[in-house]
């Protein structure tokens, strides 16, 4: 069974421009979560989705951040524009649906560098 | 915040047993207590979780003490590959983890 996967691994773009995230949940995983590491810090919880509906997204930073899961399938995070502060990298994660006690599996990250 | 109070890091000889410990004293009754580890950059790994018994699965043992402020985790047989940052988290199924700085093991040869 595919785990949970990001693309792309690694981006680099100037401050100021535009950066597209990409999150593919476990298959059949109607929960599907954001978190993010910025340097020296815990990782931190962005927002949580229940198939294409947002759930909490009491952790997103401000509105340049744009979450989307249209279909309730993959997922979508736009950063626009981009600042420093926003290099880190970005976590996606899933869970089965019903009970909130189901345990998140982890993507590998994508890793934001803003210059 | 975290709810959780974690050593900031430990040292373990590699086949010895890694012993984990993790403070939660705020912690409800519905609450569950969850590990996770990250190795070097990559994603949080599951490990096990417990509400109040004692769990051991094929990674790992949990130890919760009766009080539930407290837990420790272990590792059996530790390996070098077991060497990354262990997240101990409070979670109410509010469906977000709040992690906190987590223990840095490193298994020594």
């Known amino acids: 069974e595919a785990g949970v996967t990001q693309f792309p691994s690694h981006s680099v773009i100037e401050k100021g421009q535009t950066v597209t995230l990409r999150c593919d949940p476990i298959s059949g995983h109607d929960n599907l979560y954001w978190y993010r590491r910025v340097m020296g810090k815990e990782i931190k919880f962005l927002l949580h989705?229940?198939?294409?509906?947002?759930?909490?997204e009491s952790g997103m930073p401000n509105n340049r951040f744009l979450a989307e899961r249209t279909g309730g399938t993959y997922s979508t995070l736009k950063v626009q524009p981009a600042e420093l502060e926003d290099s880190g990298v970005y976590f996606c994660?899933?869970?089965?649906?019903?009970?909130?006690?189901?345990?998140?599996?982890f993507g590998p990250g994508t890793r934001l560098t803003v210059l | 915040d975290a709810k959780t109070t974690q050593p900031t890091s430990m040292d373990c000889a590699e086949g010895r047993a890694a012993n984990l410990p993790c403070n939660h004293s705020t912690i409800s009754g519905n609450e569950y207590v969850y590990w996770y580890r990250q190795i070097h950059s990559q994603g949080p790994q599951y490990i096990i979780h417990g509400l109040k018994n004692n769990e051991t699965n094929e990674m790992a043992s949990l130890i919760i003490t009766e009080d539930r402020k407290s837990s420790t985790l272990i590792l059996p047989h530790a390996t070098l590959r077991d060497t990354a940052v262990y997240y101990c988290?409070?979670?109410?199924?509010?469906?977000?983890?709040?992690f906190g700085t987590g223990t840095r093991l490193k298994v020594l040869a």
């Open positions: 994660a899933s869970s089965q649906s019903g009970a909130g006690y189901n345990e998140q599996f």
């Open positions: 989705f229940v198939k294409e509906s947002k759930q909490d």
């Open positions: 988290i409070v979670f109410s199924g509010t469906y977000k983890y709040i």
